[in-house]
């Protein structure tokens, strides 16, 4: 099949084995490539109820049909597995220059299952797999990590035209539940937990190489396609604010809209958010835009500390999730000391929002005499000992790394903790952003901005926030747009330039197959019918669609609240448009599948 290489990987970590089969056709033809295969493969392969950090649980890799190509905002990979954090079914990805790498490769997808003995570096080629001893590289940090394996595992064949590393820091090898998978420093897939189901399976780093390309069924159409598309992209505005900004620009943004989650969800804004603003980053220091592979966007921030006591550190970030992790609810007011705690959490390899919400949740409750811990609010010692803590499994940071709602429940905070499914929020209060209380509760992995990114229409004036009707059929049709990117894969700040008509055309061009509008969603819904069939299978009931209930009891201090019966009704929306019963199980109105 045109934009398909065929040919699935699965490695068995247990045996050192590796076994390559042919994709099956009809899973391309459905569910397309990236989200929508691996879905399949893991509700086919994994054991019902598996725990997420046994060797059963199957880790994924895949990329989609348009990486590797002329298509731009597609250099990006996913991780797909079972979540250790939430216990239900996650996705994570990444994207840099290393994605290329991974597409390289020639596969469609690429499983790891079982576990090896002792700590194994992997290199995945055209031909298979080779397995390699990591055990010198058991500590490393991601950085260490990254460089160790670029220098140890890349094997010396002609088809080694890209090359590229995803790792593991000491977070993933202890097993910390919100431990994530690194490529070039500071590229991650970063929640949920992903870095710790690759560190139960004892691998250390993977390396990727090859020289294979996918066959488009309209090469020249497709490069002419491309060339359009870049000339009109960059004239967007949308396109040349992140160029200019990166994500930093929301923090500002979403203060003026009193939607910026603050002193551990208390507050919409702070004062200070001035000085932790994009705009103020970019002043009083050395910050130029960064761009992934087949990007013109260049929303990433190559930034190199100019004043303080962190100064001359470099590091690729801060984005807008990290800032109102640690400058919202941490409430540290000082921007170089966030860029510190985020190049703490990247060399750890823990993920910069579940770590910044833990350390405001333990701020909170040391404040309220529950926990007895070294750290205030606006306490940037405070925190890194409590990251270093998490990272290692030691102390309070035992319990934290099993995630929130262990130690919720552990501490008796149950009303006190934010989250949904086990997973924290990003940062978009759902009091302001009603819709995005919806899009947090409905999200496969937990309370996730990504899977909708609700919060453009709700900013833009597309539909009021406070608005409850026809709020889930809107948030609907961001979902399955942004479902069909997750199978090709697409960068999300594309949102805006691939609308129904422009997936058609591409997807047209590379695969050759029906990409019709009404084609593109009967594939989305089929895609969420498999998911939340996954998360069925593991144990997801009615009560974990739902916000904490303190979202709905405590107004922020603008007075903007979200009543539980609003939620309630946007839900019942939701599972009514799905095609799922008012328990939110899909039946027999649900599209097929199979198309």
Partial sequence: MHGFYGRILTVDLTRQS?????????????YLGGKGLATRLLLDRNPAGVDALAPENNLIFATGPLCGGAAWGASRYGVFTKSPQTGFYTESYSGGRTPQAVDAAGFDAVILTGAASSLTGLTIHPDGCTFHDATTLAGLDVYEADDA????????????????????????????????????????????????????????????????????ADAAGLAAYAAAFAKRGVENKGVQAYKALGTTMMVGIMNAAGAFPAKYWSQGSCEHWEKISGERFHKEHEVKAHACAKCFMSCGRMAK???????????????????????????????????????????????????????????????????????????????????????????????????IKVAAKAWGLEDLAIHVKGLE?????????????????????????????????????????????????LLIEFEDRLTIFDTLILCRFFRDLYTWEELAQVIS??????????????????????????NLREGLTPADDRLPARLHREALPSGKHLPAASLETMLADYYRLRCWSPEGVPGPGAPDPVL
């Fill in 305 to 403: 500390l100019a004043s303080g006591r962190h100064q001359g550190m470099v590091l690729e970030g801060p984005e807008y999730e990290t800032i109102y992790a640690f400058g919202g609810l941490c409430m540290i007011e000082d921007m170089a000391e966030i860029v510190y705690l985020n190049d703490l959490c990247d060399r750890l390899g823990i993920d910069t929002i579940s770590a910044g919400n833990l350390c405001g949740f333990v701020i909170e409750a040391v404040a309220l005499g529950r926990v007895d811990y070294p750290i205030r609010y606006n306490d940037p010692d405070g925190a890194a000992r409590l990251i270093a803590d998490i990272a290692a499994g030691t102390g309070i940071g035992a319990l934290l790394g099993q995630g």
């Fill in 509 to 534: 061009l590379a695969t050759g197959l029906d990409a019709s509008e009404a084609a593109l969603k009967r594939r989305a819904a089929a895609i969420a019918d498999m998911t939340r069939t996954f």
């Fill in 18 to 30: 590796f076994a390559i089969e042919a994709t099956d056709p009809a899973h391309l033809d459905a």
């Fill in 149 to 216: 394996a670029r220098e140890r595992f890349v094997l010396p064949r002609d088809d080694a035209k890209r090359v590229g590393a995803v790792v593991i820091g000491p977070a993933g090898e202890n097993l910390c539940r919100l431990a994530m998978i690194a490529n070039e420093r500071w590229r991650c897939a970063g929640r949920t937990g992903v870095g710790a189901v690759m560190g139960s399976k004892r691998v250390k780093a993977i390396v990727f190489q090859g020289d294979r390309k996918r066959a488009p």
């Fill in 425 to 473: 929020p990003a940062g978009y209060d759902p009091r302001t952003l009603q819709g995005m209380g919806l899009a947090y509760a409905t999200s496969d992995r937990g309370a996730c901005h990504l899977r909708t990114t609700f919060y453009k229409p709700e900013l833009a004036g597309m539909i009021p926030p406070d608005q409850v009707e026809n709020k889930a059929a």
